[in-house]
């Protein structure tokens, strides 16, 4: 066990004790206790086992919950090879934690008490100040929630060494257990989707307006492929003879640069998505259109661009947009988008994604929309009709089949009718 001592110092006591530094020598470190010598004493006794214990001494530096998490965003989560999708989840997860009372918490009192009541008033239902209701995190939310501060705090005992130890190992996530209603008339619930009916009104309503939305929603109702995807795709992702396209990338706004930027996909794997008469139709005369567009604005109309920029042990490529008479960098590569504006402008995940807020507003029965339900109604039409799970799995890009199925574990009235049916006529005994 190392020894140390005590020492006033004007009004103030410190304490030091002998440690081993990067090379192996002895050294003392003095470190500011209280104007006590008592607490002094016991926070020298601390240090020096958690010495012993870790082999290291957190550094005295005052920092809130929040200051470290944007530390954890900046040093740890950037420079990684996660996905723009995950980057920009967790990014929304660190900035709900800032905002909680917890977020202002100084790091080192941080315990796993405080972090235990933190995600038990995660799964409850309750009203924020202004009276509206906060409904309680999913399944899925609860456990990204969890994965960005078991990170965070891991990232803060090593290599940053502010604390000693990761108090999100002692957390259990206790998931909302909703109680359940045996006399009541509802059904179960499912994975919302969009009928038929809907699909039409919500096409023919942008058709009206001329939204440069319509053309990734209709992708998407037929290929079933992320927003990100969709806005990342480009013609020579796109076979229209053979009717298939190739989802290589993805593309998101990241808050950190405060650019637009294309990177992998969620799963950082290359799929084959084959597509009906309907979309091939849709996506010939988009280019067409396209074409048109460019005669019609001339040297007013944009064209799209990437630069590849590494930072760190991370790559992404920022998205550039300027007029056809503009002077291009030479470090610019042209990249041919198939969701464009009229002027040739990249339609951008986030706008699309305020078009879809918007027609929450504006056509009847989409009061819940959001643009995820398109791949939802997509897995629900297919496997409705017969297809294979696996090749239901391949298509959705999913990393195994269990998170197809577990997402999609239903089907339409009419799929399972038809189901419970395959039993007449296959030798079962009829009841007299």
């Not at 100084?106 to 202004?130: G, R």
């Not at 959001?370 to 009709?385: D, E, N």
Request: aromatic share 10%; proline share 3%.
């Amino acid at each position: 066990m190392a020894k140390g001592s005590v020492r006033k110092k004007g009004k103030k006591w410190y304490f030091r004790f002998y440690l081993d530094d990067e090379n192996g020598n002895r050294v003392q470190k003095e470190l500011p206790g209280t104007e006590s010598k008592s607490e002094t004493e016991s926070l020298l006794r601390k240090a020096m086992e958690e010495y012993e214990n870790q082999r290291f001494v957190a550094k005295t530096i005052n920092l809130s919950l929040g200051d470290m998490l944007d530390m954890w965003v900046r040093d740890g989560l950037n420079p990684s090879s996660r996905s723009n999708g995950t980057v920009r989840s967790y990014m929304n997860v660190v900035n709900c934690v800032k905002r909680h009372p917890i977020g202002k918490r100084k790091l080192k009192v941080v315990t796993a008490e405080h972090l235990q009541a933190y995600f038990d008033s995660l799964v409850i239902d309750k009203v924020d100040s202004d009276g509206k209701l906060v409904k309680a995190l999913s399944s899925g939310t609860l456990h990204v929630y969890a994965a960005v501060l078991r990170g965070a705090f891991r990232f803060a005992v090593f290599p940053k060494q502010l604390i000693t130890f990761n108090p999100m190992q002692y957390v259990v996530l206790r998931e909302s257990n909703d109680d359940f209603e045996l006399f009541s008339d509802e059904t179960n619930s499912s994975v919302p989707t969009v009928s038929d009916k809907q699909y039409a009104e919500l096409t023919g309503y942008l058709k009206e307006k001329n939204n440069p939305a319509l053309l990734p929603i209709q992708i998407a109702y037929y290929t079933g492929l992320r927003i990100g995807e969709v806005c990342a795709l480009t013609w020579q992702d796109i076979d229209l003879d053979e009717q298939y396209l190739t989802v290589r990338r993805s593309i998101c706004y990241d808050n950190i640069v405060k650019k637009l930027i294309i990177g992998p996909t969620k799963r950082k794997r290359i799929r084959t998505v084959d597509f009906c008469d309907t979309l091939a139709k849709i996506l010939k005369n988009a280019k067409q259109q396209q074409i048109q567009r460019k005669q019609q604005y001339g040297e007013f109309y944009h064209h799209n661009y990437y630069v590849s920029v590494k930072e760190k042990s991370r790559t992404y490529h920022e998205v550039h947009t300027m007029p056809i008479s503009a002077s291009v960098p030479e470090t610019y590569n042209k990249v041919s988008f198939v969701c464009l504006r009229q002027d040739g402008t990249r339609e951008a995940p986030h706008t699309v994604s305020d078009i879809c807020k918007s027609i929450r507003k504006r056509v009847a029965g989409l009061e819940n929309f959001h643009f995820h339900m398109l791949r939802h109604t997509y897995t629900s039409k297919l496997l409705a009709h017969g297809a294979a799970p696996k090749d239901v799995q391949e298509l959705l890009g999913h990393l195994d089949i269990n998170t197809t199925l577990n997402v999609y574990a239903h089907a339409t009235r009419e799929s399972k009718r038809s189901s419970a049916m395959l039993l007449d006529g296959q030798g079962c005994t009829v009841e007299k």
